[in-house]
């Protein structure tokens, strides 16, 4: 009912910008919020960002902020992380998710890979 297809991923230098999207359809009505997550090689998957679809509050791991903006653009429903100041360690393949109220991360999306080279 509901799905979640991530793009702009790629391979930067250290220091350049991505900007990753994720494309909601179905029943987007249901959600109330929205996150990325990324995992590394031989790690566990980590909590990048989040963001509400009606208010737009967000937060985000200590790890990306002042580097990363989460936003999302109702009209359109997609979500958007903007990266910048990329540094190798935050080479990840990076998930959507979105998750209905009361409810935990239930939606995700395939996922795109980051390369960041130094």
């Known amino acids: 009912q509901v799905q979640l297809v991530e793009s702009g991923g790629g391979l930067v230098q250290a220091g350049g910008s991505l900007r990753l999207s994720c494309v909601v359809t179905?029943?987007?009505?249901?959600?109330?919020?929205m996150g990325w997550f990324r995992q590394a090689p031989g790690k566990e998957r980590e909590f990048v960002a989040r963001?509400?679809?009606?208010?737009?509050?967000?937060y985000y791991a200590n790890s990306v902020k002042g580097r990363f903006a989460i936003s999302r653009d109702n009209a359109k429903n997609t979500v958007y992380l903007q990266m910048n100041s990329l540094k190798p360690e935050d080479t990840a393949v990076y998930f959507c998710?979105?998750?209905?109220?009361?409810?935990?991360?239930?939606?995700w999306g395939q996922g795109t890979q980051v390369t960041v080279s130094s």
């Open positions: 998710a979105g998750g209905e109220e009361g409810r935990g991360y239930e939606h």
């Open positions: 179905g029943r987007t009505f249901s959600l109330y919020a």
């Open positions: 963001i509400t679809w009606s208010a737009g509050t967000t």
